[in-house]
């Protein structure tokens, strides 16, 4: 008999995932980004509420999708289901070759950076660094589920403990800066690109469906990590977007490369400022601690479907994890750190995932229709949620590929390039 997956994952541990996954770097380095798109006080605000409105709104769905749909694989079984498996080859196909690998990558690039503040390296030494933490924490999930979970936990509630020191640093010290009085007014597009940033920042809530059949009652525990990690999520955001506003003036947030660590500075010295390199490499590394063990379920349930090679699929007879497909994705992740920059993986992630998210929320009204369907959980607003949820992601998607042609069509097309992939696969399964 061939190993199976165990259930050891709880309510605490699927929360962490949810909250650490999504709390990774990118929060230390995005709200500059989000600036530069929409320079002023009120324009950041409202591009973060909107991003933390919109991430809300999908992790319903998929709370929901999962209470209906409580297998391996997530959005992966989400678009099986109700579209076709075609939809999910799709989704599997690019989070492999880009959106995953991608998340981690960048991730893992950014912990690369900040060890570069402590241990002085170059571009190369960063790279490497970036691949050693891919590496590592592969061999940990490559362990099994218990100690991946467990890590995930035990680093989430460091980083949210030293993120509410540093809110308390940043609030009790810092000295109110007005907003500029004669701010730029907001144009639709650069709207639009600050979103993709800060969407960007709020990445990965998604990713605990992955594990449904690792979770001791899914139908339930998942649709409550969702919200409560999502609103802890959303709150801690804009807490820290307020503070770097409250302690530097508009014309440093456009400038800076590391907000969080110039707002400390500012605040409470140079000193405590050191400290947040520290901070950063232990939230980068705990987000992609979630984010390695997430993927590659997915591709675990594209292998049973037939959909990708079988020892994609396989189980390790001790450790009961997928360690083939977890080799795999620190492979091609590494490449990916070795030959791509920053900003080209973020382009390249955000605005394709986000396709696949509109789709979900327009299935989710059809398959409400269906008879038999049954879902635990529902997530709220129908039916004028999920329409106006689906024409933001189209806006974004229209929005990315105008703005950044060249990396945002060499995306879309790496997503289309699995149809014809797909067919033939199908093809020569069949015939075996």
Known sequence: MSPTLTRSIGLTQATAMVVGTIVGSSIFVQPSEVSRAVPSFSGMLLVWIAAGALTWFGASLCAELTSAYPRTGGVYVFLREMFSPAAGFLWGWAMFWSMHSGIIAAIAMVFGRYAATIVPMGDLGIRWTAVGSILVLSAINYAGVRPGAAVQTGLTITKLGAIAILLCLLFGLGVLHAPAAAAAAIQPAGFLRALVAGLFAFGGWHMVTYAAEETHDPERTIPRALMLGTAVVVV????????????????????????????????AGASAAAAISVLVLVSSFGANSGIILAGPRVYLAMADDGLLFKWMGAVHPKYRSPYLAIVAQAIWSSALV????????????VYTEWIFFGALALGTMAVRRKQGYAAAFRAWGFPVAPVLFAATCLAIVVNQIASDPGSSLWGLGLVIAGLPVYFVWRRLHARH
């Open 236 to 267: 801690t955001y804009l807490s820290l977007n307020s503070a770097y506003l409250l302690v530097l003036p508009i014309d440093r947030v456009l400038s800076s490369t590391h907000i969080a660590f110039d707002a400390t500075s500012v605040a």
């Open 338 to 349: 070795l030959t791509a920059t920053y900003g080209t993986l973020v382009a390249r992630v």
